[in-house]
């Protein structure tokens, strides 16, 4: 079920946008060789607090075999795709960094990612970096009321494999309200003019999950960190997104 969201509704989630948005600009300064993972998701956690915000991924699970997740960001570096567990890993010269904050403030979720390059990153990586925020202009521009959640997923797909790179599968992106998963689901692939359309009031997170090389994933063993099968470099960005009578509003913004 979808739920349409409404002027003062949109008002806290643009709130709760803004928190998130502090929270990752706080770590793209912070972000650079030699720092921990954990030492940033301390930093998202002191932010979040000062803004009488609460971390939504921490204590997350989805199934009874997988431990709850537990830390306030994901932290996933280079092959790491998603889902990252911040820990004593320090960033080093080069690497590709993607930190994922979701936020509850007032009742209503922000969820918003962003890939950082550490200091001086290779060409193939500021490409696929280039690639992965340009996808997700292109599924934002194509989140317009009249649409349809398929156009929206085509376009990413195929700006990004356009560009000879991968999307995938099993993850994508989401309806965020007073949970940080909602109906309806938005793949990074489809086909256009199929699915949910898309009506003002829609709040959803898009989320391009973008492989350098092919698009399959597998889960380490610590149940959580979702990386690219061949070790070739990911990037992720995601933003939530409310569909306006004008096109889409950017709510993980500052
Ligand atoms: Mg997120
Ligand atoms: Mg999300």
Redesign the pocket.
């Known amino acids: 079920m979808i739920v349409l969201k409404s002027a003062a509704e949109l008002a806290i989630m643009r709130e709760a946008g803004r928190i998130v948005a502090r929270v990752l600009e706080a770590i793209r300064e912070a972000a650079r060789p030699g720092v921990t993972t954990t030492e940033l998701d301390a930093l998202a956690e002191r932010i979040l607090e000062q803004h009488n915000a609460r971390p939504v991924f921490k204590g997350y699970t989805f199934s009874e075999e997988i431990p709850p997740f537990p830390a306030t960001i994901t932290a996933s570096v280079n092959e790491e795709l998603v889902h990252g567990i911040p820990g004593s890993r320090r960033l080093r010269e080069g690497d590709l960094f993607t930190a994922?904050c979701?936020c509850l403030y007032n009742g209503f979720v922000g969820?918003a990612?962003i890939t950082i390059g550490i200091g001086t990153i290779s060409p193939e990586a500021q490409r696929l970096l280039d690639v992965t925020n340009e996808a997700l202009a292109v599924g934002i521009a194509a989140a317009k009321a009249g649409n349809r959640i398929g156009d929206v997923s085509a376009a990413i797909q195929c700006y990004v494999e356009g560009q000879g790179y991968n999307v995938v599968r099993g993850y994508g992106?989401?309806g965020?309200g007073r949970t940080?998963h909602e109906d309806p689901h938005v793949p990074n692939y489809g086909r256009p003019n199929r699915g949910t359309l898309l009506r003002p009031g829609m709040t959803f997170?898009i989320?391009p999950m973008v492989l350098q090389g092919k698009k399959e994933v597998i889960t380490l063993e610590d149940r959580w960190t979702v990386v690219a099968k061949d070790g070739k470099l990911t990037a992720h960005c995601?933003h939530?997104i409310a569909v306006t009578d004008n096109g889409a509003e950017i709510l993980t913004t500052l």
Do not use: Q
């Open positions: 994922d979701g969820d990612a992106g989401h965020v940080m997170a989320e995601e939530t």
